[in-house]
């Protein structure tokens, strides 16, 4: 499985800040994910990053809200923005690295005050 | 569009016990993966097993199986000898095949195992 660490752990932010969540895998893999879990909820998918591409974004869910970076194989960036109390959630990015199985990080929890 | 139920929100077991959490799902994709994941308090998801479509074969993982009923549309989780630490949200979730690898999640069954 592939080793998947995020930064930060977790943060308190104030309402109309932006904050961004760093995602590092520890191999190359072609498609990463990040998901948003509000709490007692499930996870529902935010995006989908590849290398070299724009972020293909779900349903809900906007560039300008959560512009998100892809610069290489192993690193990722999402960023939530103009923050309101409704932001607070885990974050969580996940990887395939193989077809079939994908690993998540340990997430974010964001609160925004 | 694919959906994945889990009808059981919480569920109690004592330790040394089994216990099965249900799953179904809707789609008319023929080939797809089923997972179940684990997420405990610490939030680390958690790939507990797999399965893929075209097997028949149902999936173990050490004290993990699942029966998968394809026709049924069904896939729950068995948890045989239940320890402490399999106290945990259970997410249940669907993949269809390339090309975007997207995942659908239950909305989960929270697992207590009582001493």
């Known amino acids: 499985s592939a080793v998947i660490s995020q930064k930060p752990s977790r943060d308190i932010c104030q309402r109309g800040t932006s904050l961004t969540i760093q995602c590092q895998v520890d191999s190359q893999v072609t498609m990463m994910f990040w998901y948003r879990q509000q709490p007692g909820q499930s996870l529902t998918l935010i995006a989908t990053?590849?290398?070299?591409?724009?972020?293909?974004?779900e349903s809900g869910f906007v560039i300008d809200k959560f512009p998100i970076s892809r610069p290489n194989l192993t690193f990722s960036t999402l960023t939530v923005s103009n923050m309101s109390p409704e932001d607070s959630s885990i974050y969580l990015c996940?990887?395939?690295?193989?077809?079939?199985?994908?690993?998540f990080g340990p997430g974010t929890r964001l609160t925004v005050l | 569009a694919q959906t994945v139920t889990q009808s059981q929100p919480e569920m109690s077991v004592q330790e040394a016990e089994t216990v099965t959490l249900s799953c179904t799902y809707d789609t008319s994709e023929s080939n797809y993966y089923l997972f179940w994941y684990k997420q405990p308090p610490s939030r680390q998801m958690i790939l507990v097993i797999r399965q893929e479509a075209y097997k028949q074969q149902n999936a173990t993982e050490n004290r993990f199986s699942v029966n998968f009923q394809k026709a049924a549309k069904s896939f729950s989780l068995k948890i045989s000898d239940s320890q402490l630490g399999d106290t945990a949200m259970y997410f249940c979730?669907?993949?269809?095949?390339?090309?975007?690898?997207?995942?659908?999640f239950g909305k989960g069954t929270r697992l207590h195992i009582l001493p």
């Open positions: 979730a669907f993949m269809k095949l390339s090309p975007d690898d997207k995942i659908i």
């Open positions: 990053a590849n290398q070299g591409s724009e972020a293909t974004y």
């Open positions: 996940s990887v395939e690295h193989r077809q079939g199985s994908q690993y």
